[in-house]
């Protein structure tokens, strides 16, 4: 046998032996923050391939490290595609945090630990102003948004995040292995900062398991929907997608329904409504637009504003109880562009006044963003737009919210194509919140 065909022999039964030990996957990976709805609380979810216990360790910043564990679990996901691939998402909740303090973590088990991270812990009570990113459709192939995203969220720049559906392009894309990718791709945020989020008709494979199994948020709806408070503000984030996958349950509708009319009920008792006057919705497709696709939004009969009425029973859409329970502003993605509205209800337009729109608008506001990057590019505009329709950028990018108070609001466009150009930015100013303020 000559020289190289021992050595061919050598290496074959060398790369066999090699292949024939099990790749160890028990390192974390796909790190994010989630907050709980529940003050002092914070959930850190990750991601193993094999299993592993659930454990983070932490201490405040400056303090000795990791001198505080707390112990959780995981679920096992297996995703829908040919492959059922297996993934353990494990799940652990801090509690007993102290507002505002920086927090010091890393997450795993003696099997594999994550990297350092750190976030802050949610300030107490309603006399802070909490600044936010906002942004729909954000994929693992053109994010063109992501680079400034992350450092501005590094330079501390958001105290949450909100992920307005749509995410990866698709998460159960070659066996959830996209969803994977662009869950590491978002650690560099998402570790850091809460990342919260709503549905899109792009999660919607096998009902939605990828986003139902990958995200935290808070209640028991399997982050369908939910609300949560911070500072002067309540914040609803709900499932546009009831209205358009019927095949997951018509059900859902009316569940979801019922519910955000008892959230709304509740977050308009006065006692609460005096300390937290901004009610905020977040959903994925808008009930207006005026992109020149074939949309929901660009039809008059819109389900998510009127409802279906090819269902049995009818289905109610969303822009009269939202109207009726004075909600402040709606943040819509789903359409590839930014779009700025003035105050509207049933197609006509409320402004405070004809000089300043949006001080005691008498109609909620809505904003779509829905342009922070993806492999399906830009949507574009029909040449005129209705009077409802303020301002629109096909720019990409994404919007920065401050909650200033319980009266101010400031919302302002940022161009990624333009260098984080600022190219849009309103106050909204209320005096009186609740449906009062429509009259
Ligand atoms: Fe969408």
Redesign the pocket.
């Given at each position: 046998m000559d020289l190289v065909w021992r050595l061919c022999i050598f290496s074959c039964f060398g790369v066999h032996l090699v292949l024939g030990v099990p790749p160890i996957a028990t390192q974390p990976e796909q790190v994010h923050i989630s907050y709980p709805g529940v003050p002092q609380s914070m959930v850190i979810t990750w991601t193993t391939f094999d299993k592993a216990e659930s454990w983070v360790e932490y201490g405040v910043w400056g303090g000795k490290l990791f001198e505080l564990t707390a112990k959780g679990s995981y679920t096992l996901f297996e995703d829908g595609g040919k492959e059922k691939r297996k993934l353990h998402i494990h799940r652990v909740t801090l509690t007993d945090l102290k507002p505002g303090s920086t927090y010091v973590y890393h997450c795993g088990s003696s099997d594999g630990w994550s990297e350092m991270f750190y976030f802050t812990a949610m300030k107490s009570g309603t006399e802070w102003s909490p600044k936010f990113a906002l942004f729909g459709?954000l994929g693992n192939e053109n994010p063109q948004s992501l680079a400034r995203l992350q450092k501005e969220t590094q330079m501390g720049m958001y105290d949450i995040i909100l992920h307005i559906?749509?995410f990866a392009y698709d998460m159960d894309e070659d066996n959830a292995r996209i969803g994977d990718e662009f869950m590491r791709q978002i650690q560099a945020i998402a570790a850091y900062v809460p990342y919260m989020t709503c549905p899109?008709?792009?999660e919607n494979a096998y009902n939605f398991s990828n986003y139902k199994n990958r995200f935290s948020m808070p209640g028991d709806t399997e982050s369908l929907w939910y609300s949560w408070n911070i500072g002067p503000a309540h914040i609803i984030s709900f499932s546009t997608e009831v209205y358009f996958y019927l095949e997951y349950g018509l059900d859902l509708i009316f569940s979801q329904y019922k519910w955000l009319k008892k959230d709304l009920e509740e977050a308009n008792k006065p006692e609460n409504r005096k300390i937290r006057p901004w009610i905020i919705t977040m959903a994925?497709?808008p009930m207006y637009c005026s992109n020149d696709d074939k949309d929901d939004c660009t039809k008059f009969e819109s389900y998510v504003r009127l409802g279906r009425n090819d269902t049995k029973p009818p289905a109610p859409g969303l822009e009269n109880l939202f109207y009726l329970f004075g909600v402040d502003l709606e943040l819509w993605?789903?359409e590839h562009t930014y779009e700025r509205l003035w105050p509207v209800y049933g197609f006509k337009v409320f402004n405070g006044s004809r000089e300043e729109p949006y001080v005691n608008p008498k109609a909620p506001v809505h904003i779509i963003t829905g342009s922070a990057g993806c492999r399906e590019k830009h949507d574009g505009f029909i040449p005129k737009p209705r009077d409802w329709s303020a301002f629109r950028s096909t720019d990409y990018g994404y919007t920065r919210m401050q909650v200033l108070n319980s009266t101010h609001i400031y919302l302002e466009q940022v161009s990624d194509d333009q260098n984080g150009k600022v190219i849009d930015g309103i106050w909204i100013v209320k005096q009186e919140h609740g449906i009062a303020s429509w009259l």
């Open positions: 459709d559906g749509d899109g008709n792009h994925h497709r993605a789903h």
